[in-house]
């Protein structure tokens, strides 16, 4: 059986357990590193436009609507769906085929966040809606064999756009350059999208996207190094240091360190992922910086990734309830303030196993130092 | 075009005061209290929340959210100017670092944080124009700002800011120009690198590097391959590029905000790219361009390039139509379909562009960024 196959089948068992009519997957071509992305995540397929819909009937049948209508072709090529239609009217078409479906009773919509206004009051003229992302929540929760396989290939991506930022991270490179240098190097090696943050200098507050600044000596260059390929993010955070990095840094950051040890310690399937951020918030207060771990300094200690699920979620601190479960992936970044050194940057993605987890990339977690 | 939207603009941002100085958004905020006093607006609203559409509170801000998340520009007729985005408190520095509003409030949720706002400022009841709230919003903010403005006049001002947005003043035209050079610069740098090996993923990253090297916030690219079954403009993938083989590549590049947009053919020849000419759209287009004028109507304009087309025995696809109009958006007013009812204006800068298919040729598409200046059409993107 395809991977679609298996999709709808999961789909309309669901569908039926609700006793819906059919099923609405919603996307209005946005893409949120911190969200996951049901539509891409069902059809396999990556929109362009505005508005776009996989509608599912509880009998069986199956369209994917999308815009612009150029864009038809490649859906044809990508998704799984064979039932694709281009639509420059949007509503109007969709309502065409609920009727054509018999979708005008109940109908589950996954990804009715990102409707706006009109398109979802005219959407509960036609049906009564109901929310339902937790259908694809639940087909998405463990990630299959070949979506692991895209993860690990992307891993690969973020160990190679690691390198790159290391080796261009250098004094009088712009902000902007250093962070294209990165990109040409992941999209070099089959990145389809990137999600990339820095910040540069003798103290910095946060990451944020390039600036002009000219790296200098004495900075601590950060970096959020995020490649995608086929919706699956995967993160790397490191920190280095242009010139010879004093004591002081070098204590600190070693606390960082012992703190990401100390968490994936608790990682394994079954236990709870706030034991992620307790780990990290641990060795960070015995340190004496217990006030910074929290906000408006430090926000959360990780999160998950995925497409179709980003389970156990966008945030990972200490009151996060999920448990983290086999075939997650999670980053667990104790990235840093501290009042002596600035924000400093320290992170993994991992894979969640029964008996632990499994380092995705394989560069090393250090500080790193850049003397030339 | 539309095109593939990224997860983040991860290029240059900046706030450059001197290609675009605070007195530059102040006379917006004046020109458009007059207009709010003339319709009896207490307080505009405008709202965006997607890397494409920031257009409106950018216009007033020079904000620009670099994730899909929300962002309002509340305008009281007199008094100070607000930005309030969603986001997290400890971003505000950067924020404030791009735009010249000092009443910045990070929130969860902007429509809730603005009717807070509003509600501390006496403004509900009262008068409210709002630009981009229900075309933009997630259904159920617009449902609680909707609930919570009950007692006020909600009047529509979208129409207000399309024209004002739809004519540049001369520093948006130079920052067109500036992303335009940069369009041009990646299309020259893929004609000057030699590939051992070439993938559109290749393409795409050297095309992408030049970009932001040259300061570019964002960049988009699609590639069209008219050897292909069904050939259409996509976004690039991992597949071989081969030798002799036309591709048509679309670059969009953002710089400080504003967007320039460039179609154009190569051929990849040996081991590296040339411009090419083998365009049959290439005779039709240069026409089109010679025929934009001030004061045109914009459906005349597109009625008798449709014929012309036809005269030429050339089938225009009507899904890519004949471009819009070009700034903080990449498309935005206006619109060069059956829809609009306007004329070219001078000031105007167009993303003008063309698709056919042809029995013998195949797909071909072609575009350019033109500025209507005084003395006629300026191609901006032409190498």
Redesign the interface.
């Known amino acids: 059986m395809s991977d679609g196959n298996r999709k709808l089948e999961k789909a309309l068992k669901l569908i039926n357990q609700k006793g819906l009519d059919g099923l609405i997957i919603y996307s ?6 911190l969200k996951p992305f049901y539509f891409y995540y069902f059809t396999e397929f ?1 929109p ?3 508005n776009n819909a996989a509608l599912v009937s509880r009998s069986g049948d199956v369209l994917l609507l999308l ?5 038809a ?2 859906a ?1 090529r990508q998704s799984w769906i064979r039932n694709i239609q ?1 639509t ?1 009217d949007f509503f109007k078409d969709l309502t065409n085929v609920l009727r054509k479906f018999n979708m005008t009773g109940t109908v589950g919509v996954a990804g ?10 005219g959407l509960r003229r036609e049906a009564a809606v109901e929310p339902a992302d937790d259908i694809i929540e639940e087909m998405a929760q463990e990630k299959t064999s070949e979506e692991l396989e895209v993860i690990r290939k992307t891993a690969r991506i973020a160990d190679i756009g690691l390198q790159a930022f290391l080796r261009h991270a250098r004094i009088g490179i ?4 250093l ?3 990165v ?2 190097a992941m ?2 090696a ?1 990145a ?6 820095m910040g540069s200098g003798s103290h910095n ?2 990451m ?5 600044r000219r790296l200098a000596s004495g900075d601590a260059v950060i970096g959020e190094i995020t490649p ?1 390929c086929e919706g699956q993010f995967v993160q790397l955070c490191r920190t280095v240091f242009l010139g010879s990095p004093a004591p002081v840094l070098v204590e600190k950051y070693d606390i960082l360190v012992r703190a990401l040890a100390e968490s994936l310690k608790q990682v394994k399937a079954g236990n709870p992922a706030a034991l992620i951020s307790k780990g990290m918030n641990g060795v960070i207060s015995q340190a004496g910086y217990g006030k910074y771990c929290y ?3 430090m ?1 959360a200690r990780g999160h998950g990734f995925g497409v179709g699920s980003i389970a156990p979620g966008a945030v990972i601190d200490d009151d996060t309830e999920a448990v983290l479960k086999k075939n997650q992936v999670v980053i667990a970044h104790p990235n840093q303030y501290f009042p002596e050194t600035g924000y400093l940057a320290c992170g993994e993605t991992i894979l969640i196993t029964e008996a632990g987890f499994e380092r995705l990339s394989q560069t090393e977690t250090r500080l790193y130092s850049n003397e030339g | 075009m539309e095109t593939m939207r990224p997860t983040l603009k991860r290029g240059r941002d900046v706030w450059d005061r001197i290609n675009m100085p605070k007195t530059e958004f102040l006379e917006r905020v004046g020109k458009i209290r007059a207009r709010m006093g003339e319709q009896g607006m207490n307080v505009l609203l405008l709202h965006a929340n997607s890397t494409d559409e920031y257009g409106d509170p950018c216009y007033i801000s020079n904000y620009v959210m670099k994730m899909p998340q929300g962002a309002m520009v509340v305008i009281p007729l007199a008094g100070e100017v607000a930005l309030i985005c969603e986001g997290f408190a400890r971003d505000l520095p950067g924020v404030k670092g791009i735009t010249w509003v000092e009443n910045v409030i990070s929130c969860d949720n902007v429509s809730a944080r603005s009717i807070a706002f509003l509600k501390e400022n006496g403004l509900i009841p009262s008068t409210i124009g709002i630009s981009g709230l229900e075309q933009s919003m997630p259904h159920d903010q617009y449902r609680f700002f909707l609930d919570s403005t009950g007692s006020c006049n909600v009047i529509r001002a979208n129409r207000m800011i399309r024209e004002m947005r739809m004519i540049k003043s001369q520093r948006e035209v130079d920052q067109v120009r500036r992303s335009a050079r940069i369009v041009t610069r990646a299309f020259e740098k893929i004609c000057q690198t030699t590939f051992s090996q070439i993938s559109e993923k290749n393409i795409e990253a050297v095309m992408g590097r030049e970009a932001y090297f040259e300061g570019a916030e964002d960049v988009r690219i699609l590639i069209a391959r008219p050897g292909e079954a069904n050939s259409a403009l996509r976004p690039l993938e991992g597949l071989p590029v081969s030798a002799h083989e036309p591709v048509m590549l679309c670059l969009a590049v953002e710089f400080e905000r504003y967007w320039a947009q460039g179609i154009k053919t190569f051929l990849f020849e040996k081991d590296t790219f040339v411009e090419s000419d083998r365009n049959f759209l290439r005779p039709l287009f240069n026409r089109i361009i010679e025929s934009l004028a001030a004061g045109r109507e914009i459906s005349r304009f597109r009625g008798e390039t449709l014929a012309q087309a036809g005269s030429l025995q050339i089938d225009v696809l009507p899904e890519y139509g004949l471009g819009q109009g070009i700034g903080l958006s990449l498309q935005e007013a206006p619109f060069l379909d059956e829809s609009e009812t306007g004329r070219f204006q001078e000031g105007m800068c167009l993303a003008l562009q063309i698709a056919a298919r042809h029995e013998e040729a195949g797909f071909a598409v072609m575009g350019e960024t033109v500025y209507l200046s005084g003395n006629g059409p300026e191609v901006l993107t032409r190498v």
């Open positions: 209005s071509g946005t893409c949120f590193v990556r362009i436009g505005s815009g612009p209508r150029w864009d072709g490649r044809a281009g420059s009715a966040d990102q409707m706006t206004y009109p398109l979802y009051e712009r902000e902007c350059e962070l294209a240098e990109e040409f999209r070099s089959g389809d999208d990137i999600f990339n943050l507050y946060a944020h996207a390039p600036t002009d995608a906000p408006p300094y926000r």
